[in-house]
């Protein structure tokens, strides 16, 4: 059974470029959600994707943007990168409710560590 | 996650029980979760509760429920040194669309 993946596993770049990350959900799980995780603190909710649509949003800037692609696999991508933008981006998956019956237990991979330069 | 606050720290003697402590400010809180983080690595689940439980237990884990105090708690029992790690308390509910609000996260210590 796969579990979440997610890619690449550290990545630097420098203020102002673009980043994408890439995830791909636990098989069998349609939902993927995006957290954010500074160092020394617990994650934040960037947003959920569902049916390739953002279904829910936290308080990140419109920088942070996503995708969610028909085989459930999604991207992050965030532009113009700030130095505070450095942390662990983790992807979390789980099932809603399109099989008839919603597991909200999300699985997490094991994240991609961004660092601003 | 201001919602959900946790102890920051937690030492330990290897063999010793360990309880984490967790409160949480939703009251529609549907679910509670207990996650473990060890160094660069990702989130495990380790056990959840439903918030119409008091408590669960599942192997060397206990998770209480308050649910008129919004106080939950994970007892390790037998604590190992692999379980020196952080441990992270998070709730999710209906209002929230299930989103999961996270504490600060606990780092527990195990000595020998």
């Known amino acids: 059974d796969a579990g979440v993946t997610q890619s690449p596993t550290h990545l630097i770049k420098t203020r102002g470029q673009q980043v994408t990350l890439r995830c791909s959900p636990k098989s069998g799980h349609d939902t993927v959600s995006w957290y954010q995780q500074a160092l020394g603190q617990g994650p934040q909710f960037i947003f959920q994707y569902y049916e390739e649509e953002e279904r829910q949003r936290g308080n990140f800037p419109d920088r942070f943007s996503g995708h969610q692609f028909p085989n459930y696999s999604s991207e992050l991508n965030v532009n113009a990168l700030l130095l505070g933008d450095s942390a662990l981006y983790l992807c979390?998956?789980?099932?809603?409710?399109?099989?008839?019956?919603?597991?909200?237990?999300?699985?997490f991979g094991p994240g991609t560590r961004l660092t601003v330069l | 996650g201001e919602d959900v606050e946790q102890s920051l720290f937690l030492s330990v003697r290897e063999g010793d029980s360990s309880v984490i402590n967790c409160t949480y400010t939703?009251?529609?809180?549907?679910?509670l979760y207990w996650y473990k983080q060890e160094p660069g690595a990702g989130l495990q689940l380790l056990t959840y509760?439903?918030?119409?439980?008091d408590m669960k237990q599942d192997q060397r884990l206990t998770v209480l429920l308050n649910k008129k105090d919004k106080h939950l708690s994970l007892r390790i029992a037998d604590t190992q040194t692999g379980d020196s790690a952080i441990y992270f308390c998070?709730?999710?509910?209906?209002?929230?669309?299930?989103?999961?609000?996270f504490g600060a996260g606990t780092t527990v210590t195990v000595r020998a």
């Open positions: 998070a709730e999710s509910s209906v209002s929230n669309d299930y989103k999961l609000s």
């Open positions: 939703d009251s529609s809180s549907t679910y």
């Open positions: 979390a998956s789980s099932l809603g409710p399109s099989g008839g019956k919603r597991t909200d237990t999300q699985y």
């Open positions: 509760i439903f918030s119409n439980m």
